[in-house]
Nanobody, 118 residues
Framework: QVQLVESGGGLVQAGDSLRLSCTASRSIFGIFVMGWYRQAPGKQRELVATITSDLSINYDDSVKGRFTISRDNTKNTLYLQMDSLKPEDTAVYYC????????????WGQGTQVTVSS
């Protein structure tokens, strides 16, 4: 089992920056994908960005050039640097771990609220 704990959300103005963190309860080994998803009120959860165990990165078009996903294995932590925030980025942001090695297992954090005012 892995617990994921997000932090770093908050209320900011359009154009500001935030950095989200997601710390795992233990080191992650093998083949896996970690990512950030978000869910705005009344909408489905959507992919923001992912990073694989071999450091392949993918972004949703809506955040390309503004958000940066990264990982620090020494701290078991995933980051999402969010720059040039827009009101439409307002959502609850969730951290996800999809572990593929040793059997497929899917883990989610509890979410952190990001609110961007215009």
């Amino acid at each position: 089992q892995v617990q994921l704990v997000e932090s770093g959300g908050g209320l900011v103005q359009a154009g500001d920056s935030l950095r989200l963190s997601c710390t795992a309860s233990r080191s992650i080994f093998g083949i896996f994908v970690m990512g950030w998803y978000r869910q705005a009120p009344g909408k489905q959860r959507e992919l923001v960005a992912t990073i694989t165990s071999d450091l392949s990165i993918n972004y949703d078009d809506s955040v390309k050039g503004r958000f940066t996903i990264s990982r620090d294995n020494t701290k078991n932590t995933l980051y999402l640097q969010m720059d040039s925030l827009k009101p439409e980025d307002t959502a609850v942001y969730y951290c996800n771990l999809l572990q593929i090695s040793g059997g497929r297992r899917d883990y989610w954090g509890q979410g952190t609220q990001v609110t961007v005012s215009s």
